[in-house]
């Protein structure tokens, strides 16, 4: 969390962010959705411009902007969560082929509101859907050092 040294326009600040919030009004039910699934940390819903029928978001009902600030058993039942709708896409879903998991974090990622949430997509084979940039391949020695880097960063050891 960030420090607060006035009180009031943390208060503003906070009360804005949450009433606001598309996703809490949604799990405050002072907005209309179609839920899927509804547990103590997790709560899922259709996207309203669904990319295919079934567009599942999953996101846990705390308000929380970033993926990286969830806590453990968030994340978990997060992945749990989307994996269960995944399933019963593939299962129950005609056509639906496989499934793309999305989750923005971030506005340079492309995350549209401030409430973390995964998309639970189902695919078809030609539907159009799909990352549209093409990385280019890399040399081993950047790609080993830039490996190097994250693992710095993550505190474990080299690999070797
Ligand atoms: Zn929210």
Redesign the pocket.
């Known amino acids: 969390m960030v420090k607060i040294t006035s009180r009031k326009p943390l208060g503003k600040t906070a009360a804005l962010?949450?009433d606001s919030?598309v996703?809490?009004r949604i799990?405050a039910g002072q907005l209309p959705s179609s839920p899927v699934l509804d547990s103590d940390l997790i709560v899922a819903f259709l996207d309203i411009h669904p990319w295919n029928p079934g567009h599942t978001l999953v996101l846990p009902r705390r308000?929380i902007e970033s993926f990286t600030d969830l806590s453990p058993m968030e994340v978990e039942q997060l992945a749990l969560r989307g994996q269960q709708i995944a399933t019963a896409l593939k299962q129950g879903f005609d056509g639906c082929e496989a499934v793309t998991f999305s989750l923005a974090d971030g506005v340079a990622a492309g995350q549209d509101?401030?409430?973390t949430h995964l998309h639970v997509v189902p695919r078809r084979t030609g539907d159009g859907l799909g990352w549209r940039a093409a990385g280019q391949l890399q040399d081993r020695e950047t790609l080993d050092a830039i490996a190097s880097q994250l693992r710095t960063a993550l505190g474990v050891s080299s690999t070797g």
């Open positions: 962010s949450v919030c996703f809490c799990i308000h509101v401030p409430h």
